[in-house]
């Protein structure tokens, strides 16, 4: 908290939007969705900060994953505070730029689609401009305080009806599709999680696997 306290001075309102995909060396999801989250946090409520917007994750209530458990040890810690906080729970984000974006842009413009599981896993992608208008809403005096907010896009869809409406946005045509089982994907992931820049490991596959949607 210390080290944050001065950088508060005049502050009303502070935004939490850091976040890793995958654990890179000291970069581990305890320090950067947990403790260094609480220091702010805390620091917060000694600054007399009027109002924290914590975004998390869709499925950090009761997710197993590492990536779900640091995030929702983030916001548990914010609820105890005496400040008004408000968590922004986002599904998948989706806009230009993004890391996600790319994976699904990738896999959506290969001739050949291989779906984990038949690409059943139910999804609701929220772009990133809903995302942002949402957080400028929450920031306003008159806005609800101390409550989670899921955030979602308009309907709930399978992976794989979300990468034929990416392939039919890039003009591309209907591509070969085929299954892959679970088990299978799972081995992948595992030898995957230890390649320089790969998006695919055992803690995304599991996020992908629970599913990612809400009202």
Known sequence: PAAWLPRLNGVDCVINAVGILRERGEQTFERIHTRA???LFEACAQADVKRVIQISALGADNGTSGYFRSKHAAD???ESLPLEWVIVQPSVVYGPGGTSARLFTMLASLPIIALPGGGAQSIQPVHIDDLVTAV?????DDAPTRMRVPLV???AQSFREFLLQLRDALGLRRPLMFPIPMWLM???ASIAQWLPGSLLDRETLAMLERGNIAD
């Open 37 to 39: 989250p609480q220091a």
């Open 76 to 78: 548990t810690f914010l």
């Open 136 to 140: 400028c809403a929450l920031v306003s």
């Open 153 to 155: 896009g308009p309907r």
């Open 186 to 188: 799972r081995i992948s």
